[in-house]
């Protein structure tokens, strides 16, 4: 790792910094007259465009601006590993029933004010970031437990790229699969990069409006409606999408049937959705969880506008939390929250009628029996 020691002016106190990449430098106005300026450097990573001058940090407050140089400070730390179920991320068509090693960094480029992760996504106490880790370090831990993946999560990896990219890397070197766990607010271009080393990814489709993008999320809808496109027409990466239901703010059914049939016209029929329960947290402590009810009739109504692979999130659902087979409508993989049950897929095809179904599933048509163990991980001893 390329680090050296910056001394970080919120808190006072010594961090392990990085250089990042993704800027390019601009001239802003110095504020002494209105003739003279002085150099800032512009971030392209995120579509929030963010200027820094020398000291500032961007709004997801872990990119820096550090003598005229874009500083990554959180490269090499995390909030804590933990080993979950791959279903959890979530992800029903990738490597069913196996293991993977999930950890975040602290941070955040969106302004969620539901944000289910806020003590990790919102902090702005470096101090949190108590394990060090590095790549390799990662990658070997995640083998050596007998995980399949790596998740980079809990928080936007977006926002960490090049600490992501190189776990990545590092994975694929123990054949190991990298998933991203993000909400797709990322640029045209620093998204090809990212996405190069991602295997799978969970989108977070967080409404289907403007207006409730820049209330609750601070951020804009149509650059995740472009990272979609993209990741659909311009990618080899597997992703599913998710959809937080959250009552009196994306709830309407009008809403969620736009939603489903853009997904169906420009992504087609076959990148599964899923539906998931709200609960109250943050700064949305207003109102109540999802009902169990409102995430049915969405995921009914994703199916009768013709979308194949619809589940339901955070709620006890086996129905909703099911694979079926599109064609003969057989059970292909049963799920009672994240315990798998009957599995009926001979490779990637339906095990009765042989339908060809998408995704990444074992060969020898057995899947993996993590269930729903949450395991924390020390570093330390890697």
């Known amino acids: 790792m390329s680090s050296y020691e910056s001394k970080d002016q919120e808190s006072g106190e010594a961090n392990s910094a990085y250089p990042g990449r993704y800027w390019h430098t601009v001239q802003v106005p110095s504020g002494h007259t209105e003739q003279e300026t002085m150099q800032a450097i512009h971030c392209d990573l995120c579509p929030r465009a963010c200027v820094l001058k020398d000291g500032d940090r961007g709004f997801c407050f872990v990119r820096k601006n550090e003598g005229g140089q874009m500083i990554l400070t959180t490269y090499g730390s995390s909030t804590g590993f933990c080993i979950d179920p791959i279903e959890k991320k979530p992800l029903n068509h990738f490597l069913p029933g196996t293991s993977v090693l999930s950890f975040g960094t602290a941070g955040c480029n969106l302004g969620c004010q539901f944000c289910q992760n806020w003590s990790i996504s919102k902090s702005r106490e470096i101090e949190i970031l108590s394990e060090k880790a590095s790549a390799e370090d ?48 990322i640029t045209p271009q620093a998204r090809p990069e990212f996405y190069s080393v991602m295997d799978a990814a969970n989108v977070d489709l967080k409404g289907f409006t403007e207006e409730f993008y820049r209330k609750f999320t601070l951020s804009h809808l149509e650059p995740v409606l472009d990272t979609l496109r993209w990741l659909k027409h311009e990618s080899n990466v597997w992703f599913e999408i998710t959809n937080l239901v959250i009552p009196k703010a994306n709830d309407n059914a009008d809403d969620i049937e736009r939603m489903c049939y853009w997904i169906l016209n420009n992504l087609g029929d076959e990148v599964p959705l899923h539906f998931t329960a709200f609960h109250p947290d943050f700064r949305l402590n207003d109102r109540g969880p999802t009902p169990p009810e409102t995430l049915i009739r969405a995921r009914q109504q994703a199916l009768k506008a013709g979308l194949k692979y619809v589940y339901t999130g955070n709620v006890h659902d086996k129905s909703g939390g099911s694979t079926y087979c599109p064609h003969c409508q057989s059970v292909l993989i049963e799920r009672d929250w994240y315990e798998i049950g009957k599995y009926n897929l001979k490779g990637n095809k339906c095990g009765k009628c042989g339908q060809l179904i998408p995704g990444l599933f074992p060969q020898e048509s057995i899947p993996g029996n993590w269930g729903r163990k949450r395991v924390p991980v020390d570093l330390n001893h890697f």
């Open 138 to 185: 990662i990658a070997q831990a995640a083998k050596d437990n007998g995980c399949d993946s790596v998740a980079f999560t809990y928080n936007d990896p977006v926002i960490w790229a090049e600490y992501a990219i190189d776990t990545a890397k590092a994975c694929h070197q123990l054949g190991l699969k990298a998933v991203a766990v993000t909400a797709g607010f």
